[in-house]
């Protein structure tokens, strides 16, 4: 959702405003819905393995609360910034509430390379971050997660540090733990998976055959190499793929385990066995069916939208498309599904794995699926229903339930004093 020219956040709130206009949300009521309620920055420093001491900066954006306790993930990148931070949180706000989870929204991050780093610096890093926000954070207070750069091994470290200060084990103070900690059958692929059953209810809904239709994924990371390979199973065929060095193409079809396998051994999709080497630009650029992109923000901008030839955007990462961007495809008649909807299934699953844990139980596999599948299923419908009747886009339409269902929430609420 950020934007050619102004910052993410920005951005953001521009959207919002479009939508309470549209909504009948007055002016007060839209500066307390983009008005982040609490934001931490924290300064982190940490002993390197070379015994120099650098300084890291984090954030944790609490953006709102009403209709549960905060939640969302943490990224660790060089990139990251409050603007982006605070876009994100208000993100999952919307996100939150537009598949109707008692939760609100937030996001962290800390800016830092972990290209870079050692897992034990990476240790150090979280650990002291996670001191840092401690008093802020909780398992009815706000509730994180991994997301970009950061995973189950992540999660491990919080859940370890924020017990160790509490004096006792506190798993349900993060989602997306290693499963012997209490995390959930099924998170760690759960944002793919939901990527891939998103893009399914979409296909349907426009009368499109999944099977031997082409897609293309922009990133291999833990959301591209899940979608492509629970698309792969549902008889897509995967003709691109990239990661953060190259991209790769194969008209015939690429096995996305095979190319994860040529990852794992060699560090990156490049060089996989009979498979075209292309840029980055040019593998968003491909003619294909659907593109989804899940790497960074910012990647469909107005430089390259016009040169889009897929027929449907899903998109698996946050905010992978300007404001501007969606503009050029709505003109260019590309049907655009949105992050909030389309990468849900992570933070349902984040959700049911917090459930289990409140409730000191462990669902199987089959059980997280089905709930999954089912919540993802009905969100996209209603998404689709309000579309159909108010001639609107989905980027709007699934905006216009989300914010629509904090701001009933905010009523309801009232003002404290
Ligand atoms: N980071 C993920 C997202 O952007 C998951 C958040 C969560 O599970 O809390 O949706």
Request: hydrophobic share 40%; aromatic share 6%.
């Amino acid at each position: 959702m950020s934007g050619d020219a102004k910052n993410p956040y920005d951005n953001a709130c521009g959207q919002i405003k479009i939508c309470a206009a549209q909504m009948d949300i007055d002016p007060g009521l839209y500066e307390i819905l983009i008005s982040p309620k609490m934001v931490h920055t924290v300064s982190l420093p940490i002993k390197m393995d070379n015994g120099e001491i650098k300084v890291f900066t984090g954030y944790r954006v609490q953006h709102n609360d009403a209709r549960g306790p905060y939640k969302g993930g943490i990224r660790y990148h060089h990139e990251v910034s409050m603007d982006e931070v605070q876009s994100l949180a208000m993100g999952m706000t919307w996100k939150c509430a537009l598949i109707d989870i008692p939760y609100g929204g937030a996001k962290g991050g800390i800016v830092c390379n972990t290209k870079e780093m050692s897992i034990g610096e990476k240790e150090h890093i979280t650990r002291r971050y996670t001191t840092m926000i401690s008093q802020f954070i909780g398992p009815y207070r706000d509730v994180p997660a991994p997301d970009m750069y950061t995973d189950a091994q992540t999660m491990a470290w919080m859940m370890d540090t924020y017990s160790v200060i509490q004096g006792y084990s506190v798993p349900e103070v993060v989602t997306g733990k290693p499963i012997g900690l209490g995390g959930s059958e099924g998170r760690a692929e759960a944002t793919g998976r939901g990527v891939a059953i998103i893009l399914r209810e979409t296909a349907k809904s426009l009368g499109m055959k999944l099977k031997d239709s082409t897609v293309v994924i922009q990133g291999f990371g833990n959301v591209g190499v899940n979608a492509a390979m629970t698309l792969y199973s549902m008889g897509c065929r995967i003709i691109g793929v990239s990661d953060s060095r190259g991209a790769i193409y194969d008209p015939v079809g690429l096995n996305p385990s095979k190319v994860f396998s040529h990852k794992l051994e060699t560090g990156s999709v490049e060089g996989f066995q009979g498979s075209e080497k292309l840029t980055n630009e040019e593998l968003l650029e491909l003619e294909c069916d659907f593109l989804v992109p899940s790497a960074l923000g910012n990647q469909i901008t107005l430089k390259n939208a016009g040169n889009i030839k897929a027929k449907v955007i899903v998109e698996g990462a946050n905010n992978p498309t300007t404001t501007e961007a969606d503009k050029i495809l709505e003109n260019n008649g590309i049907l655009l599904v949105p992050d909030i909807l389309a990468n849900s299934g992570g933070v349902m699953v984040s959700y049911l794995e917090w459930v289990q844990n409140i409730n000191r139980q462990h669902w199987s596999l089959t059980d997280v699926n089905q709930q999954l599948e089912a919540k993802l299923v009905s969100s996209f419908k209603n998404v689709w229903d309000m579309k159909e009747e108010k001639g609107l886009n989905m980027r709007d339409t699934s905006l216009a339930i989300g914010v629509g269902r904090v701001a009933d929430a905010i009523r309801m609420l009232g003002l404290f004093p």
